[in-house]
C-alpha cells in the first residue's frame, strides 16, 4: 500500500510534492531533536534524512519523480538566500579589509591546493583538464557550514571568522571565473572573442548595479518603509534579492554572485538591519533544503563498497587543506589559535564544490564510484565541519596557545567597536524615538548610560546616525532585531510608543527570550496598565497620570506655590 493509494482512498487530491514536504518536514524535526539531545551538529541530521529518504524509496512511493529535482530547486534559493545575507553583513567599506586577507590567504591556499592535487589525480591517470576540475573541487570549502559554525560558536567577529570568511570569498568568486572558462579549458568554447564577452558582461552588470545602488534600490526601500507594512518590506526584500540573481544569470554569471552583490548594495543603506532581519528565517528555511539535497545524492550502495576509500579521503583532505590553511594563518598574522579555527573551518569541501563537481560532469566522463566518493566525502567534511572547530578550540586551550590579536586586528576591532553593537554592555535600548524616547536617549547621555534606538522611520534614523548615535531601523518586536540591539546584554529596554497592541506583543516576545531584562513600558490608558504588567512588563509609566503631575504642577506654578507635598 502506498499513499498514492491512502490519498485516492480519502477522496482528496493531494500533490506529491506536498506529502513528500510533509515527509521530510516531519523526519528533520525527529532527528535534529535527537542530535540536540546528543550535542551533535544539526547538519548530520539534514545529511542522512536525506540520504535516507532517497534510498528508502520513498518519493516513489508517493507518487513522485526523484529526477524531477525539485528539491535541489529549493536548495538553490538556500545558497542564493546566503550570499545576500552575506553581502548584507559585509559593508563594501568592510570589504576593503579583506584585500591584505585574500592576497595572503586566499589566492596561495587557492593556487596551491589546485596545484598539488592536479598533480596528483595527472599521476594517477586523470586528463590535465579533469584533474584541474578536481584541484579546484578540493581547494572550495563549504562558505555556508563555516559561517554557520562561527554563528553558533559565538564567534562570528572574531579575527578567525574575518579571516575565513575573505578566503571563502575569494574563493567563491574564483570558482566563477573558473565555471566561465571551463568550456573553454574541456575544447568546448573556441571562440577568440569568448573572454572579451564573460568581461563585457561584467561589465555591463556591474554598471547596472552602480546606478540601482545610488538612484533605485535605497529611494525604493524608503518608499516601501513609509508604508510601514511588513508584508510589502519582506516582499521587496525577496524581489531585491531573487531580482537580481537572476539578472546576473541572464548576463551569464553566477546566480549567487548576483545575490551577494545585491547584498553588497543594501549593506550600504540605514534598512540593512531591517533587510537582514526579514530575510534570515527564509535563508535558513531553504539552507536546511540544500543541506538535506546533498543527503539525498548519496547512493548508500557504493557508500557500502567504497567506505574505506571515502574514510581515508575524507583524512587526506582535512590534514592536506587544513596545514595549508594554518600555514596561510600564521601568515597573515593571527594568532596560533585563530590560525588554527580559520584552518578547520575551511578545511573540508563545500557547496560549491558539488556544484562544480555537477557541471564538471557535463563536460568530462566521470565514473560513477568517484562521483559518489566525492559527494560522500563532501557531505561528512561538511557535517563534522563544526564539531573539528570545537575540537580544535579545546587543541589550542590545551597547548595554551592565547586567543590575543596582532596590534593592527586590535586597531581595527576598536574603531569597528565605535559604531557597531559588539561593543555595547549593559546599555538600555530605546524602543521608538519621539518625544519620550528622545527625553530618555538624552538622559542616557548625560548619565553617561550607552544605549542603542530602534525606530521605524527612516528619517530619524538617518538624522540620528548623522549626530553620530547609534540607530538601527529595525522592529523590535521581532526576535532577529532583539538579536541585533544585543538585549542579551541590556540592563533596560525602555518601550516608548503609545499604541498598546505593539506594545504588548513587544513585551511578550522580549520577555520570551530575556527574562531577565528590565523592561519600562508606556501605557495611554489606565485600563491597559494591569494588561502590561501581565504582559511581562517590569513598570509601567501611565500617560494620563504623567500628563497629570504636568497640568498639577503647572497650575500651582502659576499661583506661585513651590511646596507640592
Not at 567563491?172 to 569568448?194: R, W, Y
Request: charged share 15%; proline share 3%.
Amino acid at each position: 500500500m502506498n499513499f498514492t493509494f491512502i490519498i485516492a482512498a480519502s477522496g482528496t487530491d493531494i500533490s506529491p510534492v506536498f506529502a513528500y514536504l510533509a515527509t521530510i518536514a516531519v523526519a528533520l524535526i525527529a532527528v535534529s531533536l535527537l542530535l540536540i539531545k546528543l550535542r551533535q551538529s544539526l547538519i548530520i541530521g539534514y545529511f542522512l534524512c536525506g540520504a535516507v529518504m532517497t534510498n528508502s524509496g520513498l518519493p516513489e512511493l508517493i507518487g513522485m519523480n526523484p529526477n524531477e529535482g525539485f528539491v535541489s530547486h529549493l536548495s538553490e534559493i538556500g545558497v542564493i538566500l546566503l550570499m545576500f545575507t552575506l553581502g548584507i553583513e559585509f559593508s563594501i567599506s568592510e570589504l576593503k579589509h579583506l584585500s591584505r586577507i585574500v592576497v595572503k590567504g586566499g589566492i596561495p591556499q587557492v593556487l596551491l591546493t589546485v596545484g598539488i592535487v592536479t598533480l596528483i589525480a595527472i599521476n594517477l591517470g586523470a586528463s590535465p583538464s579533469l584533474a584541474a576540475v578536481f584541484g579546484v573541487c578540493i581547494a572550495l570549502s563549504s562558505t555556508a557550514v563555516s559561517l554557520k559554525a562561527f554563528s553558533d560558536l559565538g564567534i562570528v567577529h572574531c579575527p578567525s571568522a574575518r579571516s575565513a570568511l575573505g578566503i571563502a570569498l575569494f574563493q567563491d568568486v574564483f570558482v566563477i571565473g573558473f565555471m566561465v572558462a571551463l568550456p573553454l579549458i574541456a575544447g568546448q568554447g573556441t571562440e577568440l572573442n569568448h573572454a572579451g564577452f564573460i568581461l563585457l558582461k561584467l561589465s555591463v552588470f556591474t554598471g547596472v548595479m552602480f546606478l540601482l545602488g545610488k538612484y533605485i534600490i535605497p529611494k525604493t526601500l524608503g518608499l516601501v518603509a513609509a508604508t510601514r507594512s511588513r508584508e510589502l518590506f519582506t516582499l521587496t526584500v525577496l524581489a531585491l534579492c531573487t531580482g537580481v540573481a537572476f539578472l546576473a544569470h541572464v548576463l551569464g554569471l553566477s546566480l549567487a554572485l548576483g545575490a551577494f552583490v545585491a547584498g553588497l548594495v543594501v549593506s550600504e543603506s540605514i534598512y540593512s538591519h531591517r533587510v537582514l532581519n526579514d530575510i534570515l528565517p527564509f535563508k535558513d528555511l531553504f539552507l536546511t533544503i540544500f543541506f538535506l539535497s546533498i543527503g539525498m545524492l548519496i547512493e548508500v550502495e557504493h557508500v557500502l563498497q567504497h567506505w574505506w576509500k571515502i574514510i581515508l579521503f575524507v583524512i587526506l583532505v582535512f590534514l592536506g587543506k587544513g596545514l595549508i590553511l594554518f600555514w596561510r594563518g600564521r601568515a597573515m598574522k593571527l594568532s596560533p589559535k585563530h590560525a588554527l579555527i580559520c584552518a578547520a573551518s575551511l578545511a573540508g569541501t563545500g557547496e560549491f564544490s558539488l556544484v562544480l563537481l555537477t557541471y564538471g560532469m557535463s563536460l568530462f566522463e566521470m565514473s560513477e564510484p568517484l562521483t559518489q566518493i566525492f559527494i560522500t566525502s563532501t557531505a561528512l567534511m561538511m557535517a563534522f565541519t563544526p564539531s573539528l572547530m570545537k575540537g580544535m578550540i579545546r587543541l589550542a586551550d590545551l597547548l595554551g596557545w592565547k586567543q590575543h590579536e596582532t596590534f593592527e586586528m586590535q586597531k581595527e576591532k576598536v574603531e569597528d567597536s565605535l559604531a557597531t553593537l559588539d561593543s555595547l554592555h549593559d546599555h538600555g535600548v530605546i524602543c521608538g524615538f519621539g518625544p519620550v524616547g528622545q527625553a530618555i536617549h538624552k538622559a542616557f547621555c548625560e548619565w553617561g548610560i550607552p544605549s542603542v534606538i530602534t525606530d521605524l522611520n527612516a528619517h530619524t534614523i538617518k538624522r540620528v546616525n548623522q549626530e553620530g548615535h547609534l540607530a538601527l531601523f529595525a522592529d523590535a518586536s521581532h526576535a532577529e532585531s532583539q538579536m541585533m540591539l544585543r538585549m542579551d546584554r541590556a540592563r533596560v529596554v525602555a518601550i516608548t510608543f503609545p499604541d498598546h497592541e505593539m506594545v504588548t506583543k513587544t513585551i511578550t516576545e522580549i520577555r520570551h527570550h530575556y527574562p531577565e531584562v528590565i523592561i519600562i513600558a508606556r501605557a495611554k490608558f489606565a485600563s491597559n496598565v494591569e494588561k502590561l504588567y501581565n504582559a511581562g512588563a517590569t513598570e509601567v509609566v501611565l500617560d494620563e497620570t504623567e500628563v497629570g503631575k504636568a497640568i498639577v504642577s503647572t497650575a500651582f506654578e502659576s499661583y506661585q506655590i513651590n511646596d507640592l507635598q
